[in-house]
C-alpha cells in the first residue's frame, strides 16, 4: 500500500495544531499507519516538522501567486490572498506556533521570501493610502498570520464556520489597517 506522504503530513499538522506534546505514535495513528511506516518517511519529530514547515511554505507561496497580490486594489489582493491561503490555514496555524523552526541559524529562507512578499503589499496599501502609515508592514505582515492561525483554530474547535474564516481574517484586518481621513 502506498501512503500519501501529503496526507499524512496534513494529519500530523491537524494533530499537533491542536496538541503539540503529541508523540510519534499518535501522529501515526491520527494518519492511520504504523509507527514504522511513519518512522521510514520521517527519522524523527525534527524530521517530520521539517517536512511540515517545507509543506507550509510551498503552499504559501502558491497561495501568493494564485492571490495576484500586484494587481488591484492592495485591500482586493489581500482578500484574494486569505481565501487562496485557507486551505492551508491548519497547518500554518501549527508552524507559526513551532518554535524550533525560528531558532537559531537554521531558519527555512521561505519565511523571509514570504514576509518580504507580504510586507510589499502591505506597503503597496500605504503608498497608495489605503492602509495606515503609523502600522509597519512587519506588524501588519505579523497581525495577518496570527489572524490566520486564530481563525484555523477557531474553525479547528467549532467555534467560527468554515465559511466565515475569509471574511473575519480580511475584514477585521483591513478595517484596522485602513487609513481614515478626518474631515
Not at 9 to 32: F, H, I, N, Y
Not at 37 to 51: C, E, K, N, Q, S
Request: hydrophobic share 45%; charged share 30%.
Amino acid at each position: 500500500m502506498s501512503v500519501d506522504r501529503d496526507q499524512v503530513l496534513r494529519s500530523a499538522a491537524a494533530l499537533l495544531t491542536r496538541k503539540a506534546t503529541s508523540t510519534m505514535d499518535e501522529v501515526a495513528r491520527a494518519a492511520g499507519i504504523s509507527r514504522a511506516t511513519l518512522h521510514r518517511h520521517f527519522a524523527g519529530r525534527d524530521a517530520l516538522v521539517r517536512a511540515l514547515e517545507d509543506l507550509g511554505l510551498q503552499e504559501c507561496e502558491a497561495a501568493l501567486d494564485r492571490a495576484r497580490l500586484r494587481e488591484d486594489s492592495a485591500s482586493d489582493a489581500l482578500r484574494r490572498l486569505v481565501k487562496e491561503i485557507e486551505p492551508a490555514a491548519g497547518l500554518l496555524a501549527f508552524l507559526y506556533t513551532e518554535n524550533q523552526l525560528f531558532e537559531g541559524d537554521t531558519q527555512n529562507d521561505g519565511w523571509s521570501r514570504i514576509d518580504d512578499r507580504l510586507a510589499a503589499l502591505f506597503r503597496r496599501g500605504q503608498e497608495s493610502g489605503e492602509f495606515r502609515i503609523d502600522i509597519t508592514p512587519i506588524w501588519l505582515t505579523e497581525a495577518l498570520y496570527g489572524l490566520i492561525g486564530s481563525g484555523a483554530w477557531a474553525v479547528q474547535d467549532g467555534r467560527v464556520a468554515a465559511n466565515d474564516f475569509s471574511y473575519m481574517i480580511a475584514e477585521l484586518l483591513i478595517g484596522g489597517a485602513q487609513r481614515r481621513v478626518d474631515s
